[in-house]
């Protein structure tokens, strides 16, 4: 079997391409700086074509996306890469004489929709994302499998996003803001994820699929900062800031045990976060 990781630099990207190696897949990562592999900019569609001639590749895996921390992102062209760049890596994927399938990355925040905004502006961008790629693998008939993933994190996580914030603030004795500490959310471990997209590269897919990655237990935030304070040894942490006393419109999102479609990850949240913490130590 022969793979294309597409954004292997990043947080999933990055162990995934571990993953596949130790396991003997033939795989070719590109990433948008090039530590990963080969170099490129997805929303470039003539290097675009330069990667896919490195194939024939069986399988497919984006895994780019922009915004999912708190960095900055260009207000013009930047959140482009959530909305129109599944949609390049689809045409090419249909232009490859074997037509290898699509594994597409995406957000469970993609489908809350309240009074119809959504969460933020990432989960709005990587929902228009998606829609565009269906509406292209239903015309083109695309082998596809949409992967809507749940709060990742583990050891390496970027210091922007949730989990890692929290770790990194303290055990620097910080103060934590939240703007809505009462917001429930499922967290899953990293090397739970890779291994259920392994399990998907594995698996003769025909036609559009659509998966969900979860645990299907909800966790506060406020909640996942106690814990943190607790495997830290700073049982007394103060309760964390709250920067907005708004109603949270977007109170639980967390994945349906019942569902047909859901992989589940079986690592609990305090062995994780173990793990975590223990990474950035």
């Known amino acids: 079997m022969k793979v294309l990781v597409i954004g292997a630099g990043g947080f999933i990207g990055s162990s995934l391409l571990r993953n596949l190696g130790n396991s003997g897949i033939d795989v070719t990562a590109t990433s948008l700086s090039g530590r990963c592999g080969m170099r490129w900019d997805v929303m470039d569609t003539a290097r675009g074509r330069e990667v896919f001639g490195r194939g024939p590749f069986d399988v497919v895996v984006n895994l780019v996306a922009v915004g999912v921390g708190s960095e900055p992102v260009d207000p013009i062209s930047g959140w482009k890469v ?26 469970s925040t ?39 993933m749940h709060n990742v994190y583990g050891p390496g996580q970027p210091k922007s996003r949730f989990v890692a ?21 499922d967290f ?27 645990s299907g237990v909800g966790y506060t935030l406020s909640s996942v900062v106690q814990l943190v304070a607790s495997l830290c040894g700073k049982g007394d942490v103060a309760e964390p800031h709250t920067s907005n006393s708004q109603l949270d419109p977007f109170l639980s999102i967390v994945a349906d045990l019942n569902s047909a479609s859901l992989l589940k990850c079986t690592t609990s949240l305090i062995d994780g976060l173990g793990l975590a913490i223990g990474g950035r130590t």
């Open 82 to 107: 959530n909305t129109e760049a599944p949609t390049n890596i689809a045409r090419l994927v249909s232009d490859q004489p074997n037509e290898p399938r699509l594994i597409h990355v995406s957000s």
């Open 110 to 148: 993609e489908s809350r929709v309240v009074n119809e905004q959504r969460e933020s502006v990432y989960s709005a961008t990587k929902a228009e994302g998606t829609q565009n790629l269906l509406q292209f693998a239903k015309q083109t008939e695309l082998r596809c499998s949409i992967v809507r």
């Open 165 to 185: 914030y929290v770790i990194d603030q303290i055990l620097l004795e910080q103060p934590i803001q939240l703007r809505f500490p009462d917001r429930v959310r």
């Open 188 to 214: 899953i471990f990293l090397d739970d994820v890779v291994e259920h997209l392994i399990e998907l590269l594995t698996v003769e897919v025909n036609g559009i699929t659509q998966v969900e990655i979860g």
